[in-house]
């Protein structure tokens, strides 16, 4: 059961959000091309029949080379909320970490209505499910209904999903991509780059048991996604090498948002959903 009651709580966080990522995008519409509405996107070589005044004379005293700035039309920023469907979210003993994802998701869905922008909320497994960004309370409403029917299953096509996702960015825009990322490293490497231009927070959700496991003895073990079982021994020195690959494998995620400047947290479902996002804001 997807628990929205503590929406209203995010309201003391709306200001935070809007200093910390909407207000960066509004500095840069007022800071470029005396108020024209414009962003700067790249620059371009100068060629006989561009705009001469165009021409950035700081990048030529270093290259020697004439460029000009090119710019994107004003557009208002749209919050971007991906969550994993696949079937290893669907796991947990109090609360599923899909159902824990969705409560981050239309927290940070929420702010964005609060704060007068657009938002799209999506989820992916073996293929990607995508809302059209719209505004709204009605928006909320009708995505937790969508949510709380959703099937939680399958083998996550993450890198696939998310190429295909990226035709509907279309402007500069806020990421939040929520996920177990119980992925090959490379594979979680090779997906954070598609977005770089993009402000981007990816949320890494856990159960408590996942964290710190606490099987023991002789069990028998099923791959949530593919439904493969194993029957093994666990013990003490396996759980100490899990206990060292998860924390390597949680760093090594961290490592590579801080490469991409993305920020990064790891959280357990037992996490209070308000420090999540006290968390998440700060990151």
């Known amino acids: 059961m997807i628990d929205i009651s503590f929406l209203k709580e995010l309201d003391r966080f709306n200001i935070i959000l809007k200093r910390r990522v909407l207000s960066k995008y509004h500095g840069e519409r007022q800071s470029h091309a005396e108020g024209q509405g414009l962003i700067f996107a790249d620059y371009k070589d100068y060629v006989p029949g561009d705009d001469f005044r165009a021409i950035d004379w700081k990048v030529y005293a270093r290259t020697n080379k004439f460029y000009i ?13 991906i969550v994993d469907a696949s079937g290893s979210m669907d796991y947990g003993r109090k609360i599923t970490k899909f159902d824990y994802a969705c409560m981050i998701g239309m927290g940070f869905a929420y ?29 909320l409403l009708n995505i937790l209904g969508m949510l709380e ?11 696939r999903t998310l190429d295909e996702y990226k035709k509907y960015i279309r402007s500069k825009s806020f990421i939040v991509l929520i996920s177990d990322f119980l992925y090959d490293i490379e594979d979680i490497k090779a997906v954070l780059a598609r977005f770089t231009r993009h402000e981007v927070i990816v949320i890494q959700v856990l159960d408590p048991t996942e964290r710190r496991l606490v099987l023991y003895g002789d069990v028998i073990l099923e791959d949530s996604e593919i439904h493969n079982k194993l029957r093994t021994f666990i013990s003490n020195r396996l759980l100490r090498n899990y206990r060292d690959k998860i924390e390597y494998h949680i760093h090594a995620i961290k490592d590579a948002c801080e490469h991409f400047d993305y920020d990064f947290i790891s ?17």
Request: net charge positive; charged share 30%; aromatic share 12%.
């Open 69 to 81: 700035k090119q710019f994107e039309e004003e557009r208002n920023m749209t919050v971007h909320i």
């Open 111 to 139: 702010m964005a209505f609060r704060n007068n922008e657009k938002f799209n909320f999506s989820t992916f497994s073996e293929g990607l499910n995508y809302l059209r960004a719209r505004k709204g309370m009605n928006q």
């Open 149 to 159: 029917k959703l099937k939680v299953e399958g083998k996550s096509e993450l890198g």
């Open 267 to 283: 959280i357990t479902t037992d996490t209070p959903i308000f420090d999540t996002f006290y968390a998440a804001l700060r990151a």
